[in-house]
């Protein structure tokens, strides 16, 4: 079992930045990548960036290259996604999620085994 807790979201400007942290506890030593996906409210959970937790390996949606930057911390099992230039269109409940059995499926919800519980990211306009 792996369980996550996200933080960090809240109510924002267009142009304006946030950072979201998600915390991973448990069977951590076998999560292979961990992902941040979003769903903005009547619409799909949508995949937004991807990183594989050995090798640094990075991988981005469209609509948030250039503005949107995930890392980790290994040693604290946290992942993170600096969230730069919001625009009304991120507002978004943002899900972080787990990679245990080596998927390599990072843009996609079926490539992840477990899932946050989310944390909503408003931006205004």
């Known amino acids: 079992q792996v369980h996550l807790v996200e933080s960090g979201g809240g109510l924002v400007q267009a142009g304006g930045s946030l950072r979201l942290s998600c915390v991973a506890s448990g069977r951590t030593v076998i999560t292979y990548a961990m992902g941040w996906f979003r769903q903005a409210p009547g619409k799909e959970r949508d995949f937004v960036a991807a990183i594989s937790w050995s090798g640094g390996r990075t991988v981005f949606a469209d609509s948030v290259k250039g503005r949107f930057t995930i890392s980790r911390d290994s040693a604290e099992n946290t992942v993170y996604l600096q969230m730069d230039s919001l625009n009304t269109e991120d507002t978004a409940v943002y899900y972080c999620?787990?990679?245990?059995?080596?998927?390599?499926?990072?843009?996609?919800?079926?490539?992840?085994?477990?899932w946050g519980q989310g944390t909503r990211v408003t931006v205004s306009s």
């Open positions: 999620a787990a990679d245990v059995r080596n998927h390599r499926r990072y843009g996609l919800v079926l490539g992840y085994d477990y």
